[in-house]
């Protein structure tokens, strides 16, 4: 079955960084969309971009302005997100989420998306 694990979360101070990484596994397909989200406690989820394994460049929210950073390393099926400049207000649950057949444009770069597979998450906090 399909798993995903995020890492790399953690307490950090206003204007630095972090490297999240989510490792998948038990995929049937060769392909898939795959995204981060995060979410804080009574708030809806917030996308903040998805990447198609197939080689697309990724698509990014608005909201993130350019300060955060999706990559995969396709050798050993991980995804990341670099996350520069923090703020406060980017404190929250990170999570990876993949789907092989979602299409993955802007279209569903939106909180409503509902993604086949989902990670557990991983805290982070800026201070």
């Known amino acids: 079955h399909v798993q995903l694990v995020e890492s790399g979360g953690g307490s950090v101070e206003t204007g630095g960084s972090l490297r999240l990484s989510c490792v998948a596994s038990?995929?049937?397909?060769?392909?898939?969309?795959m995204a981060w989200f995060r979410q804080t406690a009574g708030k809806e989820r917030e996308p903040i971009g998805l990447?198609?394994?197939?080689?697309?460049?990724?698509i990014y929210s608005d909201s993130i302005a350019g300060r955060f950073t999706i990559s995969a390393d396709y050798t050993n099926d991980t995804l990341f997100l670099q996350m520069n400049s923090l703020k406060p207000e980017d404190s929250a649950m990170y999570h990876c989420?993949?789907?092989?057949?979602?299409?993955?444009?802007?279209?569903?770069?939106?909180?409503?998306?509902?993604?086949?597979?989902w990670g557990q998450g991983t805290q982070v906090t800026v201070s």
């Open positions: 038990g995929f049937t397909y060769s392909t898939n969309c």
């Open positions: 990447l198609h394994t197939g080689g697309d460049t990724p």
């Open positions: 989420a993949a789907d092989p057949f979602l299409v993955c444009s802007d279209y569903n770069l939106s909180p409503l998306t509902n993604f086949a597979y």
